[in-house]
C-alpha cells in the first residue's frame, strides 16, 4: 500500500466538505450528494462483482435492505438517524453473507445462474417488504426525522454523510486493492478452481467481498432514505439501481480501485448533461449511444485505456537468456528414504467412469518419482486429488503425516504441496510477475504482498521470463506459459512439487532445458512428482517409476525394471490375440 495515495483521497475528501460553506446554492450539494451515492453503490458493487467476477444483478436488494432498515427504524420507530446507520449496513450484510454462505458452496452457481439468483432474491425481498409493517404497502414517510447537524443546512448535513460514505468507500477499494485479499479476488475473477489449488481461500474470500459489498449498499441506501424522504418499495428496488452500478463500474474500469468513482461521476454528469435540457428524450438517447459505444470499444474501462498507454515496453533482452539467479526452495534434505507423501486405497470416479481405483503409493522425501501410464490411465487425475483440485471419494491422503484427504484445496497448498497444469492455467488479466507473487503470498508459510512481488522476480528470471514480467500470459508463447506454470509453482517454496506433463508441446530443445531446470529444482532440495510421456526425460530424471493403467497401479520400480513388466507393456502396446 503506498500511504500517498490514502493520504491524496482524504485530502480530496476534506477539500470537498468545504462546499456547505462556500455560499453556493442548494442544487450543487444536491448533485454532489448524487456522485457521491453513486459512487458509493458503484464502488460496492465492483467489490463483489469487479473483484471475483460473481456478477450481481441483486444490488438493489441489498441497497433496498439498508435504505429500508433506516426507513423503519428512523420513521415507523422513532431511532435517532445516526444510530439506524450501522443497523443498515448490518442488515445488507447479513442478507448478503446468509445467501453467499449457501450458493458459494455449490460450484455449478457461477456466471448467468449467480446474476439470475439474486435478482430473483431483489423480487423476494421487496415482496416480504411490501406485504409486513416495514411498509405495508403506502410507503414510509422520513420527513420528521431528526438530522445531525454537520452542515449549515439539512441539505448540506445529506451531502457531507454522502461525502463521508464516498471518501470511506474508495479508500476500502484501494486498500482491499493493495492487500492480499484483493490479489485473491482478482484470481478468483481469472480461473478459481486454480486460485484455490494455490493457497486462496477462495470461499472466504468471498463472503468477505460480498459482506463488504452489501455493507457499503446498506449505508448508501440508509442516507438515501432521508435524502428522499419517503420510500417505496417501486422506487427501491427498481431495475435502475443494479443497472446503474454495472455501467459504471464498466465505463470506469471494474480492474481498477478508482474505476467505480470515476465512472459514477462520468455516468452521472452525462446524464444530467443529456436530460437537463428541453430536449430530455433525445438526450436519453444519445446517452445511451455513450455507454454503449464506450462498453464496445473501452473493454477495460477509461482507467484500463489509461493503463495501456501508460505501459511501458519491454526491454529487448534476449527471450531465453539464461541469469544466474537461483531462487531458494524448500529447504528439504537429499533423499532420504523417508515418506513426505503416502496416499492408501484413493478412489475417484466421474459419472460412473472410475479414474483411480484403490492406489496406494508414497513419496519419499528428495526424490522425484516418475508416474507414467498411457492416456486415460489416471496420473492428471491423481495430481488433481492430491493437490486439492478434486476431492477423493475415498482413502487417505498423508502428507507429513497429516490427513488432508476431504480437506479444501487451499489448504494442500499452505501444507507446502504445489502443481502445474498439462494445460497451462494462467490468471490471464494478470502480468507474469503478479502471477508468480499470487504463489508466493498464498503457498505454504505464505507473505505479504509487497515482499510476495520483491521475491516474485527471482523466479521469473530463474525461469527466464525476466523480458517478460510485466507482460500478460497471452503475450507468452506455449514454451514460455510452461515456464511460467513452472516459476508459479516454484514461488510457493514447495515441499512437494507435481509436474504435470511440463514437457509436453516443447521442441527437443525445450526439453533439454526443461531437464536441466527441473534437476535444479530437485538438487536445490524439493521433491517431485514428474508425469510425462517422454520416455527419455523419464529415465533421465526419476529415481522411481509407478505405472497406472485404468486408474489402478500396476508397477513400481526403477524404469528399466517396470519396463520389464509384462503388464506395462501390454498397456502400452496391447495383447496379441490368435
Known sequence: MKPRIAISILAVGAGLATVPWLGLPAFYESFLYLLCHWIVLAISWNILSGYTGYFSFGHGAFFGAGLYATAFLAGKQDW???????????????????????????????????????????????????????????????IGVQLPRLGPSANASIYLMGLAAAVAAVLLAYLIHAAKL??????????????????????????????????????????????VSYVTVAETFSIAVPLGVVLMSI??????????AVGAIAVTGLQYFFTSGEAAVTGRALFGLVLVLAILFLPGGLLG????????????????????????LAPSPAASGTPLLQVEGLFKSFIGVRALEDVTLEVRKGEILGLVGPNGSGKSTFINVVSGHYRADAGRIRFEGRDLAGADGHRFARAGIARTYQIPRPFAQMSVIENVALARMFGGVGCSRAEALAEAAEFVAFAGLGPHAQARPDALNLHQRKFLELARALAARPKLLMLDEVLSGLTPA???????????????????????????????????VVVLNHG???????????MREPAVRAAYLGTTHA
Open 182 to 227: 484483493g490479489a485473491g479476488l482478482f484470481a478468483i475473477h481469472d480461473d478459481e478452481d486454480v486460485a484455490e489449488v494455490m493457497g486462496v481461500p477462495t470461499y472466504r474470500f468471498k463472503l468477505w467481498a460480498l459482506a463488504l459489498s452489501c455493507a457499503l449498499a446498506g449505508i448508501a441506501g440508509g442516507i438515501h432514505a432521508v435524502f
Open 510 to 544: 525445450e526439453i533439454d532445458e526443461a531437464i536441466a531446470m527441473i534437476r535444479r529444482i530437485r538438487d536445490r532440495g524439493t521433491t517431485i512428482v514428474f508425469v510425462e510421456h517422454i520416455m527419455r526425460a523419464v529415465v533421465a530424471l526419476v529415481d522411481r
Open 80 to 142: 435517532p438517524f445516526l444510530a439506524t446507520l450501522p443497523a443498515a449496513a448490518l442488515a445488507a450484510a447479513l442478507l448478503g453473507t446468509a445467501l453467499g454462505a449457501v450458493v458459494f458452496r455449490v460450484a455449478s452457481v457461477r456466471g448467468e445462474l449467480f446474476a439470475l439468483l439474486t435478482l430473483a432474491v431483489t423480487f423476494v425481498l421487496a415482496t416480504i417488504i411490501l406485504n409486513t409493517p416495514i411498509d405495508g404497502g403506502p410507503g414510509v414517510y422520513l
Open 251 to 260: 465505463l470506469g474500469g471494474s480492474r481498477h480501485w478508482l474505476g467505480p
Open 552 to 562: 489402478a497401479l500396476i508397477a513400481e520400480g526403477s524404469a528399466a525394471e517396470v
Open 305 to 328: 485505456l489509461l493503463e495501456r498507454l501508460r505501459r511501458k515496453t519491454p526491454s529487448p533482452v534476449a527471450a531465453d537468456a539464461k541469469p544466474a539467479v537461483q531462487p531458494a
